[in-house]
T-cell receptor
Framework: DADVTQTPRNRITKTGKRIMLECSQT?????MYWYRQDPGLGLRLIYY???????NKGEISDGYSVSRQAQAKFSLSLESAIPNQTALYFC??????????????FGSGTQLSVL | GDSVTQMEGPVTLSEEAFLTINCTYT??????LFWYVQYPGEGLQLLLK?????DKGSNKGFEATYRKETTSFHLEKGSVQVSDSAVYFC??????????FGEGTQLTVNP
């Protein structure tokens, strides 16, 4: 099983709909992140959470909200989806106290299309 | 704020060709630098890293050297394979431990 699991893998929705993307992890990491990936723009940070009671805006948080339901779960919501939110969304976790080289562990992504 | 700039892509090479993907950065202090790779349909995974000036990160035949004087961390491989086709991201670790990514470079290697 994957350490960082995102659901759904793909979603098509209409403008104005509310959408929730879910992320769960089995790595036991306190830190979780949501990024979006757009061609030519790389990955941009939407929101991040350093523990269950900590939520922080990233560089492009407008139009998004998050919920950290537990250490293992971090959900991203689009309250009223718009077409320019069409993108590939990644959840990631990190353990700054870890001794390995890996800095971020990524899920496989959710491709969201807003029509 | 911190930023990362990668060479404009995409890059298309023949198998066994030499690869260079340029990366330069702007940051406070001397951040750790990373290259991540994204294979089709997958999330990003760490390829290599360097934590201080003149460090060389290496993995799977790829190398990158942390050049403080030119604020660069160019990715190189002497002989690419078809299986190296992927998107490559340069990244730096900011003072608050977050990662800032470059735009990504699509590499296609033809047989």
């Amino acid at each position: 099983d994957a350490d960082v699991t995102q659901t759904p893998r793909n979603r098509i929705t209409k403008t104005g709909k509310r959408i929730m993307l879910e992320c769960s992890q089995t790595k036991g990491h306190d830190r979780m992140y949501w990024y979006r990936q757009d061609p030519g723009l790389g990955l941009r940070l939407i929101y991040y959470s350093f523990d269950v009671k900590d939520i922080n805006k990233g560089e492009i948080s407008d139009g998004y909200s998050v919920s950290r339901q537990a250490q293992a779960k971090f959900s991203l919501s689009l309250e009223s989806a718009i077409p320019n939110q069409t993108a590939l969304y990644f959840c990631a976790t990190s353990d700054p106290a870890g001794t390995g080289d890996e800095k971020l562990f990524f899920g496989s992504g959710t491709q969201l299309s807003v029509l | 704020g911190d930023s990362v700039t990668q060479m404009e892509g995409p890059v298309t090479l023949s198998e066994e060709a030499f690869l260079t993907i340029n990366c330069t950065y702007t940051a406070t202090g001397y951040p750790s630098l990373f290259w991540y790779v994204q294979y089709p349909g997958e999330g990003l995974q760490l390829l290599l890293k360097a934590t201080k000036a003149d460090d060389k990160g290496s993995n799977k035949g790829f190398e990158a050297t942390y050049r403080k004087e030119t604020t660069s961390f160019h990715l190189e491989k002497g002989s690419v394979q078809v299986s190296d086709s992927a998107v490559y991201f340069c990244a730096l670790e900011s003072l608050d431990s977050r990662l800032t990514f470059g735009e990504g470079t699509q590499l296609t290697v033809n047989p």
